[in-house]
Protein backbone atom coordinates (compact mmCIF):
# COMPACT_ATOMS: atom_id res chain seq x y z
CA UNK A 1 0.00 0.00 0.00
CA UNK A 2 1.71 3.17 -0.94
CA UNK A 3 0.06 5.68 1.43
CA UNK A 4 -2.21 5.06 4.46
CA UNK A 5 -6.12 3.77 3.67
CA UNK A 6 -8.61 6.09 5.34
CA UNK A 7 -12.17 4.70 6.38
CA UNK A 8 -14.48 5.92 9.40
CA UNK A 9 -16.63 3.74 11.67
CA UNK A 10 -19.99 4.59 12.76
CA UNK A 11 -22.82 2.44 14.66
CA UNK A 12 -26.58 2.70 15.82
CA UNK A 13 -27.35 6.62 14.76
CA UNK A 14 -30.81 5.79 15.67
CA UNK A 15 -31.32 8.81 13.23
CA UNK A 16 -34.94 8.35 12.67
CA UNK A 17 -37.97 10.63 13.83
CA UNK A 18 -40.62 9.24 14.75
CA UNK A 19 -43.10 12.09 15.22
CA UNK A 20 -45.79 11.78 12.47
CA UNK A 21 -45.99 7.54 12.53
CA UNK A 22 -49.88 6.09 12.03
CA UNK A 23 -51.63 4.24 15.29
CA UNK A 24 -51.70 1.43 13.54
CA UNK A 25 -47.64 1.51 12.80
CA UNK A 26 -47.35 0.47 16.58
CA UNK A 27 -49.30 -2.55 16.95
CA UNK A 28 -46.94 -5.70 18.26
CA UNK A 29 -43.34 -4.95 19.65
CA UNK A 30 -43.26 -1.54 18.11
CA UNK A 31 -45.88 -0.73 20.59
CA UNK A 32 -43.04 -1.25 23.50
CA UNK A 33 -40.67 0.14 20.83
CA UNK A 34 -42.27 4.15 20.49
CA UNK A 35 -43.08 4.36 24.09
CA UNK A 36 -38.57 3.65 25.15
CA UNK A 37 -38.56 6.45 22.46
CA UNK A 38 -41.39 8.51 23.78
CA UNK A 39 -40.00 8.59 27.24
CA UNK A 40 -36.26 8.04 26.47
CA UNK A 41 -34.27 7.41 23.72
CA UNK A 42 -35.75 10.93 21.46
CA UNK A 43 -34.06 12.96 24.34
CA UNK A 44 -30.91 10.54 24.02
CA UNK A 45 -30.22 10.31 20.46
CA UNK A 46 -30.04 13.87 18.71
CA UNK A 47 -30.31 14.95 15.76
CA UNK A 48 -28.15 17.57 16.11
CA UNK A 49 -25.23 15.44 17.64
CA UNK A 50 -25.18 13.51 14.59
CA UNK A 51 -25.22 16.57 12.14
CA UNK A 52 -22.02 17.92 13.96
CA UNK A 53 -20.46 14.08 13.41
CA UNK A 54 -21.31 14.31 9.46
CA UNK A 55 -19.65 18.23 9.64
CA UNK A 56 -16.64 15.91 11.01
CA UNK A 57 -16.73 13.50 8.70
CA UNK A 58 -16.44 16.44 5.93
CA UNK A 59 -13.12 17.33 7.96
CA UNK A 60 -11.53 14.26 8.79
CA UNK A 61 -12.60 13.07 4.60
CA UNK A 62 -12.32 9.30 4.87
CA UNK A 63 -11.55 7.37 1.67
CA UNK A 64 -14.76 4.87 2.82
CA UNK A 65 -17.43 5.19 5.55
CA UNK A 66 -19.01 1.80 7.63
CA UNK A 67 -22.42 1.97 9.67
CA UNK A 68 -22.97 -1.31 11.09
CA UNK A 69 -26.94 -0.87 11.87
CA UNK A 70 -29.25 0.17 14.31
CA UNK A 71 -30.33 3.76 11.58
CA UNK A 72 -33.54 3.59 12.60
CA UNK A 73 -35.51 2.99 16.02
CA UNK A 74 -38.48 0.95 15.26
CA UNK A 75 -37.51 -0.68 11.71
CA UNK A 76 -41.10 1.39 9.87
CA UNK A 77 -41.02 1.46 5.98
CA UNK A 78 -40.69 5.73 6.43
CA UNK A 79 -38.03 5.20 9.01
CA UNK A 80 -35.53 3.51 5.86
CA UNK A 81 -36.79 6.27 3.82
CA UNK A 82 -35.43 8.59 5.87
CA UNK A 83 -32.38 7.05 6.33
CA UNK A 84 -31.99 6.41 2.39
CA UNK A 85 -32.02 10.38 1.95
CA UNK A 86 -29.27 10.75 4.79
CA UNK A 87 -27.24 8.09 3.30
CA UNK A 88 -27.06 9.62 0.19
CA UNK A 89 -26.61 13.66 2.07
CA UNK A 90 -23.28 11.70 3.56
CA UNK A 91 -21.66 9.77 0.31
CA UNK A 92 -22.09 7.61 -2.56
CA UNK A 93 -22.60 4.18 -2.38
CA UNK A 94 -19.22 3.25 -3.53
CA UNK A 95 -18.18 5.30 -0.37
CA UNK A 96 -20.41 4.00 2.02
CA UNK A 97 -21.14 0.18 2.99
CA UNK A 98 -24.25 -0.49 5.53
CA UNK A 99 -25.32 -3.96 6.96
CA UNK A 100 -28.15 -3.70 9.42
CA UNK A 101 -29.10 -3.76 13.41
CA UNK A 102 -31.56 -5.32 15.42
CA UNK A 103 -33.64 -1.89 15.40
CA UNK A 104 -33.89 -2.19 11.85
CA UNK A 105 -35.41 -5.44 11.51
CA UNK A 106 -37.56 -4.51 14.76
CA UNK A 107 -40.23 -7.36 13.71
CA UNK A 108 -40.76 -9.51 10.42
CA UNK A 109 -40.74 -6.83 7.34
CA UNK A 110 -41.41 -6.41 3.68
CA UNK A 111 -38.40 -5.91 2.39
CA UNK A 112 -39.80 -4.00 -0.91
CA UNK A 113 -40.84 -1.65 1.77
CA UNK A 114 -37.80 -1.00 3.93
CA UNK A 115 -34.43 -2.99 3.19
CA UNK A 116 -34.31 -2.29 -0.66
CA UNK A 117 -33.79 1.29 -0.19
CA UNK A 118 -30.97 0.49 1.26
CA UNK A 119 -29.63 -2.15 -0.95
CA UNK A 120 -27.43 0.18 -3.04
CA UNK A 121 -25.51 0.87 0.40
CA UNK A 122 -25.37 -2.78 1.38
CA UNK A 123 -24.94 -4.72 -1.79
CA UNK A 124 -21.36 -6.55 -2.77
CA UNK A 125 -19.17 -5.23 -5.53
CA UNK A 126 -20.09 -6.60 -8.91
CA UNK A 127 -18.97 -9.77 -9.81
CA UNK A 128 -17.89 -11.27 -6.52
CA UNK A 129 -19.31 -14.77 -6.97
CA UNK A 130 -20.77 -14.53 -3.05
CA UNK A 131 -23.34 -12.21 -4.14
CA UNK A 132 -26.43 -13.55 -2.93
CA UNK A 133 -30.44 -12.69 -3.79
CA UNK A 134 -31.04 -9.14 -3.33
CA UNK A 135 -34.67 -9.70 -1.68
CA UNK A 136 -33.73 -11.08 1.43
CA UNK A 137 -31.30 -9.83 4.10
CA UNK A 138 -30.56 -13.50 5.49
CA UNK A 139 -29.19 -14.36 1.47
CA UNK A 140 -27.72 -10.86 0.84
CA UNK A 141 -25.03 -11.61 3.28
CA UNK A 142 -22.24 -11.92 3.11
CA UNK A 143 -21.57 -9.06 1.41
CA UNK A 144 -17.87 -8.44 0.06
CA UNK A 145 -16.52 -4.98 -1.01
CA UNK A 146 -12.78 -4.56 -1.56
CA UNK A 147 -11.19 -0.90 -1.56
CA UNK A 148 -7.55 -1.00 -1.74
CA UNK A 149 -5.48 -3.58 -0.40
CA UNK A 150 -8.79 -4.00 2.17
CA UNK A 151 -11.50 -6.61 2.16
CA UNK A 152 -14.63 -5.41 3.75
CA UNK A 153 -16.96 -8.34 4.98
CA UNK A 154 -20.05 -7.57 5.92
CA UNK A 155 -22.66 -9.56 7.55
CA UNK A 156 -26.07 -9.88 8.84
CA UNK A 157 -27.05 -10.42 12.42
CA UNK A 158 -30.39 -8.69 12.51
CA UNK A 159 -33.62 -10.84 13.67
CA UNK A 160 -36.47 -9.80 15.27
CA UNK A 161 -36.26 -10.39 18.80
CA UNK A 162 -39.44 -11.03 21.10
CA UNK A 163 -40.34 -8.51 22.83
CA UNK A 164 -37.24 -6.76 25.87
CA UNK A 165 -34.71 -8.99 23.59
CA UNK A 166 -32.50 -7.85 21.62
CA UNK A 167 -31.01 -10.40 20.41
CA UNK A 168 -28.65 -11.24 16.86
CA UNK A 169 -28.19 -14.71 15.09
CA UNK A 170 -25.55 -15.29 11.95
CA UNK A 171 -26.72 -18.34 10.79
CA UNK A 172 -25.37 -21.74 9.61
CA UNK A 173 -25.33 -20.23 5.75
CA UNK A 174 -23.96 -17.04 6.63
CA UNK A 175 -20.87 -18.78 8.59
CA UNK A 176 -20.14 -21.20 5.34
CA UNK A 177 -20.45 -18.57 2.72
CA UNK A 178 -17.80 -16.29 5.31
CA UNK A 179 -15.51 -19.25 5.86
CA UNK A 180 -15.17 -19.31 1.91
CA UNK A 181 -14.69 -15.61 1.68
CA UNK A 182 -12.30 -15.63 4.82
CA UNK A 183 -10.31 -18.07 2.64
CA UNK A 184 -10.12 -16.89 -0.74
CA UNK A 185 -9.37 -12.65 0.79
CA UNK A 186 -6.81 -13.83 3.06
CA UNK A 187 -4.71 -15.55 0.26
CA UNK A 188 -5.12 -12.89 -2.02
CA UNK A 189 -3.26 -10.96 0.97
CA UNK A 190 -5.75 -8.64 1.72
CA UNK A 191 -6.35 -6.71 5.15
CA UNK A 192 -9.81 -8.83 5.89
CA UNK A 193 -12.40 -7.08 8.00
CA UNK A 194 -15.63 -8.39 9.33
CA UNK A 195 -18.56 -5.84 10.19
CA UNK A 196 -21.69 -7.38 12.85
CA UNK A 197 -23.97 -5.14 14.56
CA UNK A 198 -23.77 -7.63 17.32
CA UNK A 199 -20.54 -7.96 19.30
CA UNK A 200 -18.77 -11.54 18.75
CA UNK A 201 -17.16 -11.74 22.42
CA UNK A 202 -19.48 -12.49 25.03
CA UNK A 203 -19.75 -9.64 28.16
CA UNK A 204 -20.12 -6.97 26.48
CA UNK A 205 -23.29 -6.75 26.11
CA UNK A 206 -26.15 -8.49 28.38
CA UNK A 207 -27.52 -11.97 27.86
CA UNK A 208 -30.67 -10.68 26.20
CA UNK A 209 -28.62 -8.73 23.79
CA UNK A 210 -26.32 -11.39 22.86
CA UNK A 211 -25.27 -12.71 19.61
CA UNK A 212 -26.50 -16.21 19.94
CA UNK A 213 -24.41 -18.75 17.41
CA UNK A 214 -20.96 -15.77 19.14
CA UNK A 215 -19.25 -18.89 19.57
CA UNK A 216 -19.55 -20.66 16.23
CA UNK A 217 -17.98 -16.97 14.76
CA UNK A 218 -15.56 -17.15 17.09
CA UNK A 219 -14.31 -20.64 15.54
CA UNK A 220 -14.36 -19.95 12.40
CA UNK A 221 -12.42 -16.81 13.08
CA UNK A 222 -9.87 -18.82 14.68
CA UNK A 223 -9.96 -21.10 11.72
CA UNK A 224 -9.53 -19.14 8.83
CA UNK A 225 -8.21 -15.73 10.52
CA UNK A 226 -9.03 -12.02 9.82
CA UNK A 227 -7.52 -8.67 10.97
CA UNK A 228 -9.99 -7.05 12.50
CA UNK A 229 -14.01 -6.85 13.46
CA UNK A 230 -16.33 -3.91 13.69
CA UNK A 231 -19.17 -3.92 15.35
CA UNK A 232 -22.09 -1.90 17.20
CA UNK A 233 -24.91 -2.53 19.81
CA UNK A 234 -22.99 -1.83 22.76
CA UNK A 235 -23.28 2.16 22.47
CA UNK A 236 -20.22 2.07 24.70
CA UNK A 237 -16.54 1.78 23.37
CA UNK A 238 -14.62 -1.27 23.55
CA UNK A 239 -11.67 -3.74 22.56
CA UNK A 240 -10.95 -7.03 23.19
CA UNK A 241 -8.94 -9.59 21.03
CA UNK A 242 -10.26 -12.92 19.22
CA UNK A 243 -7.80 -16.05 18.45
CA UNK A 244 -6.48 -16.21 14.71
CA UNK A 245 -4.16 -18.56 13.79
CA UNK A 246 -1.70 -15.50 13.52
CA UNK A 247 -2.03 -14.51 17.08
CA UNK A 248 -4.96 -12.24 17.95
CA UNK A 249 -7.34 -9.44 15.98
CA UNK A 250 -8.95 -6.71 17.64
CA UNK A 251 -12.85 -6.77 17.87
CA UNK A 252 -13.63 -3.08 18.29
CA UNK A 253 -17.19 -1.59 19.03
CA UNK A 254 -17.90 2.14 19.11
CA UNK A 255 -20.68 4.17 20.94
CA UNK A 256 -23.97 5.56 19.40
CA UNK A 257 -23.15 8.08 16.67
CA UNK A 258 -25.67 10.17 18.07
CA UNK A 259 -25.79 9.41 21.50
CA UNK A 260 -25.73 12.40 24.28
CA UNK A 261 -25.00 10.16 27.35
CA UNK A 262 -23.15 11.52 30.27
CA UNK A 263 -22.35 7.88 31.56
CA UNK A 264 -18.34 7.65 30.48
CA UNK A 265 -17.95 5.56 27.16
CA UNK A 266 -21.71 6.40 26.23
CA UNK A 267 -21.69 9.39 24.35
CA UNK A 268 -21.30 9.93 20.51
CA UNK A 269 -18.08 8.85 19.43
CA UNK A 270 -16.74 7.36 15.39
CA UNK A 271 -13.20 6.05 14.80
CA UNK A 272 -11.30 6.82 12.25
CA UNK A 273 -8.79 4.48 10.58
CA UNK A 274 -5.38 4.95 9.23
CA UNK A 275 -4.18 1.41 7.75
CA UNK A 276 -0.71 1.44 6.52
CA UNK A 277 1.60 -2.20 6.00
CA UNK A 278 5.32 -2.75 5.68
CA UNK A 279 7.53 -5.84 5.31
CA UNK A 280 6.45 -7.65 9.07
CA UNK A 281 2.46 -6.62 9.20
CA UNK A 282 -0.13 -3.60 9.21
CA UNK A 283 -0.02 -1.01 11.13
CA UNK A 284 -3.08 0.32 12.23
CA UNK A 285 -3.47 3.89 13.75
CA UNK A 286 -6.91 4.69 14.99
CA UNK A 287 -8.13 7.89 15.90
CA UNK A 288 -10.99 8.08 18.36
CA UNK A 289 -13.49 11.11 17.61
CA UNK A 290 -15.94 12.17 20.36
CA UNK A 291 -19.00 14.75 20.64
CA UNK A 292 -18.13 17.85 22.95
CA UNK A 293 -21.55 19.28 23.62
CA UNK A 294 -19.60 22.58 24.91
CA UNK A 295 -18.50 22.87 21.90
CA UNK A 296 -21.27 21.36 19.79
CA UNK A 297 -18.82 19.42 17.82
CA UNK A 298 -16.22 16.61 17.39
CA UNK A 299 -12.61 16.55 18.65
CA UNK A 300 -10.27 13.66 19.07
CA UNK A 301 -10.50 12.22 22.23
CA UNK A 302 -7.34 9.19 21.71
CA UNK A 303 -5.55 7.82 19.46
CA UNK A 304 -3.91 4.21 19.29
CA UNK A 305 -2.16 2.17 17.11
CA UNK A 306 -1.83 -1.40 16.45
CA UNK A 307 0.14 -3.91 14.73
CA UNK A 308 -0.97 -6.67 13.30
CA UNK A 309 0.35 -9.61 11.64
CA UNK A 310 0.19 -10.98 8.15
CA UNK A 311 -1.66 -14.31 7.67
CA UNK A 312 1.32 -16.38 6.06
CA UNK A 313 4.14 -15.63 4.09
CA UNK A 314 3.87 -12.67 1.55
CA UNK A 315 6.53 -12.43 -1.02
CA UNK A 316 8.48 -9.34 0.96
CA UNK A 317 9.15 -11.91 3.07
CA UNK A 318 11.42 -14.61 0.63
CA UNK A 319 15.23 -14.47 1.48
CA UNK A 320 16.91 -15.32 -1.61
CA UNK A 321 20.79 -16.46 -1.73
FE1 LIG B 1 -28.52 -2.89 18.37
Not at 141 to 169: D, Q, Y
Not at 190 to 206: D, E
Amino acid sequence: MSESFIFAHLSDPHLTSLRNIRVRDLLNKRALGYLSWCLHRRFEYRAEVLAALVRDLRCTRPEHIIITGDLTHLGLPCEFLEVKKWLHSLGPPSQVTVIPGNHDAYVATDWGRTFVHWLEYMVSDAGQDCVGKKSDTRTLFPSLRIRRETAFIGLSSARPSKPFFALGNVGQVQLQKLGHILAQTGSQGLFRIVMIHHPPQPGIVTWRKRLTDNRELRSLIAQQGVEMVLHGHAHRSSMVWLKTPAGHAPAIGVPSASATSRKSGYSAQYNIYSLSQDAHGWEVAIEVHGYAPKEGRFIVEGENRLAIPYPMARPTDVVTA
